[in-house]
DNA sequence: CTGAAAGCGCTTACAG
DNA sequence: CTGAAAGCGCTTACAG
């Protein structure tokens, strides 16, 4: 197809076309002001010959390197793997690709493996999970060599850089409203780490949702726990060894919710007979237990889709102070209604 | 830092050093014939500036990406999460970086998307996950644009393309085994799908450990099954509802053997007091159940950090014809033992 | 051991 | 509506 074999470049274009590579440029930039038959006869020869502009040589040219850097540090497998889904078929469409590179949080090199990437590829932008959407040293390096950044899920937002999340405390709300609808009054909650904000929101829709139907919020009815399956296990072992046990548990995450499932197995109490419980996050495992959890589903795809419009399309910065407008999103959750909820 | 503000570049580099551009490239391209003195004088001066090679020149000018192309049509979450942290592991020790697309195995533009990735980014090899890595349109699509591919964990191997996998008729031998020697006699399978070759590799050891042992092999013992958790749960009912059931069940996978766990719960048979449950794959969720599932784990992300090197160090091309060599790795697999099976 | 020149394949001003 | 020129920042031959 080429002059010399190889693949097709613009030139080769742009010649069986009889225009000049500028021309070429400009359909394929989709820019304005190109005869529409002058389109149509580029767009056939590049049809034709297959053509794709080389990245490099547009990234070398244009200052744009049409890449989306995605940074993780395995928060769980589900979650980059939701986020991946989501970045990478909305990059597609875009005409964008994603470049992941998973770094540990506490890495001594952190700053370095940053600038290589950065530096070396130049991303048009870089999306950020938790924890590294939090790591203080992550976002000034990313912000000293002038790289936008999408953060998803952090533990707080920050002025000035966007951010999408959903909103804990409604869910958790809504899921408590569930079990109150049920007919439980004797609710207990299974708390998150005090040091991940997601807990105390969780929490307070928790509390919001019984306050709202009048009913007492009993402290010994609210067991600490660290999102772990083993925290979730001996939590519910606490609970469940009162004299006036709960008749519903919602853990604030799924794996303590699995933990809770376990208990319940070992102490003879069958759910969702006996005690209703729910859980957070639909995790893969979530669906795969007997009984398959109640739970509330994060809408991550969505969010690593929102995340990626938000670097590609920019967001609106010409706000008045204080008004975050655009920047922060929050996208809707979506309860999922399983086995292990029941009228109690 | 640079002439023009931006970032610095070569130019700026060779300037401070004293020394052309040439040597600069050579001293960060590790070439030999570069006087110590020369090499150290370069080096300090990309350290005082930060300097850091524009991938994007490198690769126009030189032809080479330094990108490696993951391809996958989620399997599962987990399965490619760990091949994307070995993966991304492996690309930062070399200096390459990871490009992930999820495409769908039976997307009808299949071939476009391909072309529109490999085209653009010319990523300098490609790493193939099931099920894509046995679609003969994804392998001739790379095959004629000329894209190294690694395929991981194929059905079957291809003469000619490299592959990276594990001995799942060796594994399942050894989980087998581990029944055995627990005292186990009366041992169930529940199969795979069969058009899978895993199904098989993994029937074929649970019968090899079992005629080595001189086990009769009863075909009423070995059940039908498809990788889902429902399947599990309905082969495990026919097979604990026999007069003589049996006192240990081999799933050939993880959700599988979730869908034992939740059929002898049903059934009020305590495992493993009273049935033992194997599985296969050492998914995330076979940790988080009670008893924790005894598997066996692929060593996923082992397989993608060989994929990349086969990639970036190239295999041996010079071998005897019918002699594929370290074409075809088989990497060692891992016994997981934990609650579920037990002395029976 | 070191360097000057050409060129990779595009896009950006700048003209017309 | 279209094009000729310059240049992005490197590496590849080719010299010396």
Redesign the pocket.
Known sequence: MSARG??P???DVAREAG?????V??V??HE????ES?RDAVLKVVEALR?R??QS??S?????SFLIGLLYYDPSAAFVGSVQQGATVRCRELGYHLVVESLHNDAPDLRQQIDRMVLALRPDGMILTPPLCDNPEVLAALRENGTPCVLMSPERDIVGVPSVRMDDVHAAEEITNLLISLGHRRIALIKGPPDQSASAARQQGFVNALQAHDIAVDPELMQPGSFTFDSGRDAAHQLLSRRQRPTAVFASNDDMALGVLAAAQRLGLSVPGELSVAGFDDSPTAALVWPALTTVRQPVAEMARTAVEMLVFGHKSELAPGDDGELHKVLAHELVVRDSTRAG
Chains 1, 2 share one sequence.
Do not use: F, Q
């Not at 304005?32 to 005869?35: F, K, L, R, S």
């Open positions: 190889g693949s470049t613009i030139v225009v000049s590579i500028k021309t440029s400009r394929l930039n304005p002001g190109v005869h002058t053509y502009p080389k040589a547009r070398l040219a244009g200052g744009r």
